[in-house]
């Protein structure tokens, strides 16, 4: 089972810049792709970006250019550095991990969700 404990959510001003982190912890064997989702109220969970144990990433077309996803496999840590906030990037953020456990099963884990608020 896989632990995730996300940081770096608050209150910004629109144009401003944050960084989210996520730490995994537990008893695994890989970490494979990691991934940021929101969540605005009366929306569903989007996915934001993705990495793989590879380094590829993606993001979803509204983020592109202003967000940044990248991991540190050494820490088991993903960031999220994102700029040039917009008031419509106010969200509760959740942390993805998809790993393979010590019985060689594929799981997915979430973190608990970090507020972001951006202001006008």
């Known amino acids: 089972q896989v632990q995730l404990v996300e940081s770096g959510g608050g209150l910004v001003q629109a144009g401003g810049s944050l960084r989210l982190s996520c730490a995994a912890s537990?008893?695994?064997?890989?970490?494979?792709?990691m991934g940021w989702y929101r969540q605005a109220p009366g929306n569903q969970r989007e996915k934001v970006a993705a990495?793989?144990?590879?380094?590829?990433?993606n993001y979803a077309d509204s983020v592109k250019g202003r967000f940044t996803i990248s991991r540190d496999n050494a820490k088991n840590t993903v960031y999220l550095q994102r700029n040039s906030l917009k008031p419509e990037d106010t969200a509760v953020y959740y942390c993805?991990?998809?790993?393979?456990?010590?019985?060689?099963?594929?799981?997915?884990?979430w973190g608990q969700g970090t507020q972001v608020t951006v202001s006008s």
């Open positions: 537990g008893i695994i064997r890989s970490i494979n792709a």
């Open positions: 993805n991990v998809d790993y393979t456990d010590t019985y060689y099963l594929q799981r997915s884990s």
């Open positions: 990495i793989t144990s590879g380094g590829s990433t």
